[in-house]
């Protein structure tokens, strides 16, 4: 009896789990160009779900339908499901504004604003919600802390951000990420416009975030993958290959196209 | 011919050529000064023309000038920017866009007078406004609509996608967006147009001559629709007394204080022009 409790709050636990994002069939085309064709994925929470694949594949088209960001593209077609907490992200009259705040994007190259380190970090969440001088203090530096940076710019905090190194402005923009309190991170080849040292810096603080966050990162970089993801998701020309966990497709991969993508970094799809 | 010989000659010509315009700058400014300077004073600044100008000073002339360019100023900042924002963030269609460029452009290249003439038959005659100095300053404002809104809407342009995109990303709405990120690039944007637009706006006779300035006996407008008197308008009927050596006198004072008048604005365009391609987003 008590067994049979517990494996039912497992398949319950597991379904919240497992489904936290959910897409099937999912098409989109940017006029007659049909660039992601009927992919069914799902992302899993407080993971790092990593999409790999080619140039030109359409990871980042993936990864942009997932928060709309792509909404005001006027040549998108977009069809299929994206379910979010069990929630349609693709209806018309979604909330935008209140999707984006649960689910936070971080961009391949850091763009910071032309203000403070302070203001950068609040940019975002001061647009939601009204805050005392207080409150503002904590939020910097908790998220900077949370982002790694903060030891690096305390003393520093009225700066302009512009004044930071590439690594870190792509750190700040993380801090700015996480102010808004974002459940899920997608993150679009966030490393690729980094050095070496940067690029473990944020790797280290992905693995620290998973905790936290639900992570959806794309990476170009097979040995990044292999390093953090505990997902894996391979996608080439439009369509998912395969998907499933870390350590499965890099020792027993069921398609070839996946074994030779991963271990000679070409594609022959 | 070979290329040296080629390149030396063109380099001389480009130079024969900046010569020759700035020479004639030079020369204009320079006669401009001497003969201006000899005929203002304190006084010509501050006291009102007698004798259809020949006598007195230009007073109320710069007053009615500043007043008008104040007004077209006012008119035409907020308009140019809603126009430059909604362009730039909202026109997706490539056709409208194309279709908004051809009205600005087309508004560009219509003569002076033409808008004056427009003044008088819409809102001297129509409207039955009289002569006003509210009706030029609306018309100096739509004649430099095209210059404050290209100024905008090419500093909004040069803002990169990524920044309203990261914006968006936190959550903003595209109100937002337009509020902390757009704004304030195109009032910086749009203040530089403007700037030169006044420039061209003070100096300009045709538009307001038939809807908004009388030549003499004008003081303080009472209301919107009272004419005043401005300095070009007064320059160009000092003009036509030339015979007159006190007229003409008065007339190289005028010009000098106009002048003074553009070259601050045009100055100022210049000095905000430089100081933002420093800070560069
Ligand atoms: N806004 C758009 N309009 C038209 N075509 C687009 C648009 N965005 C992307 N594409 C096209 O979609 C295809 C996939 O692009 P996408 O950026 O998703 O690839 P990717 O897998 O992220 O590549 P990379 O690894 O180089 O970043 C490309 O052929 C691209 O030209
Ligand atoms: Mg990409």
């Not at chain 2, 300035?213 to 303080?220: E, I, N, P, R």
């Amino acid at each position: 009896m008590e067994t049979a409790q517990k494996i039912i709050e497992n398949i319950s636990e597991n379904k919240i789990h497992q489904h936290y994002i959910s897409i099937s069939n999912l098409n989109v085309s940017f006029g007659s160009q049909h660039i992601l064709k009927n992919i069914s994925l799902n992302f899993q929470k407080n993971k790092v779900n990593c999409i790999v694949g080619p140039s030109g594949g359409g990871k980042s088209t993936l990864l942009r339908s997932i928060n709309r960001i792509n909404n005001d593209d006027y040549n998108l077609i977009i069809n299929g499901s994206i379910l979010f907490n069990n929630e349609e992200i693709l209806i018309k009259n979604k909330d935008l504004t209140k999707l984006r705040k649960e689910i936070g994007m971080v961009f391949q190259s850091p763009c910071v604003f032309p203000k403070s380190i302070k203001e950068n970090v609040l940019f975002g969440i001061e647009n939601h919600s009204k805050l005392s001088q207080a409150e503002k203090d904590s939020i910097v530096e908790e998220n900077l802390k949370a982002a790694s940076l903060w030891d690096e710019v305390s003393t520093r905090l009225n700066e302009s951000a512009k004044s930071l190194s590439i690594g870190q402005q792509q750190r700040l923009c993380i801090a700015r990420t996480l102010a808004v309190k974002p459940k899920i991170l997608l993150m679009d080849e966030p490393t690729s416009s980094l050095d070496p040292i940067s690029t473990e810096a944020i790797e280290v603080l992905m693995n620290r975030l998973k905790a936290e966050y639900t992570i959806i990162l794309v990476t170009h970089n097979i040995s990044q993958a292999k390093r953090i993801a505990d997902e894996l998701y391979f996608i080439c020309e439009g369509e998912l290959i395969e998907s499933g966990s870390k350590d499965v497709l890099f020792s027993n991969p069921k398609k070839e196209q996946t074994r030779t993508y991963l271990f000679n970094g070409t594609c022959n799809c | 011919m070979d290329r040296k010989l080629k390149n030396s000659i063109f380099k001389m010509l480009i130079w024969a050529a900046a010569c020759v315009a700035i020479g004639i700058l030079v020369f204009l400014i320079t006669v401009l000064f001497y003969k201006g300077f000899q005929s203002i004073s304190v006084d010509f600044l501050i006291s009102e023309s007698k004798n259809f100008g020949s006598e007195g000073g230009v007073f109320y002339q710069i007053i009615g000038s500043v007043l008008l360019t104040l007004c077209a100023a006012i008119i035409s900042f907020p308009l140019s920017l809603g126009f430059a924002i909604y362009k730039s963030e909202y026109v997706k269609n490539k056709y409208l866009q194309n279709f908004t460029d051809t009205i600005i452009y087309s508004l560009n290249g219509i003569p002076s007078i033409i808008f004056g003439i427009f003044g008088l038959i819409l809102f001297v005659n129509f409207f039955n406004t009289g002569v006003s100095w509210f009706v030029g300053g609306i018309i100096l404002a739509i004649m430099i609509l095209p210059t404050v809104i290209l100024s905008s809407y090419q500093s909004i342009n040069s803002i990169p996608n990524s920044y309203r995109e990261n914006a968006l990303s936190l959550g903003l709405t595209k109100w937002q967006v337009i509020k902390t990120v757009i704004f304030p690039r195109a009032i910086s944007g749009g203040f530089t147009g403007l700037l030169l637009g006044l420039a061209r706006a003070i100096g300009e006779t045709a538009p307001i001559m038939f809807i908004a300035t009388a030549f003499s006996g004008v003081t303080f407008p009472n209301g919107l629709f009272e004419p005043v008197s401005s300095l070009p308008t007064h320059i160009l009927s000092l003009a036509q007394q030339a015979t007159n050596p006190d007229a003409l006198e008065n007339a190289w004072g005028s010009s000098l204080v106009l002048i003074l008048l553009v070259f601050s604005f045009s100055i100022s365009a210049f000095v905000r022009r430089l100081q933002y391609s420093k800070l560069k987003y």
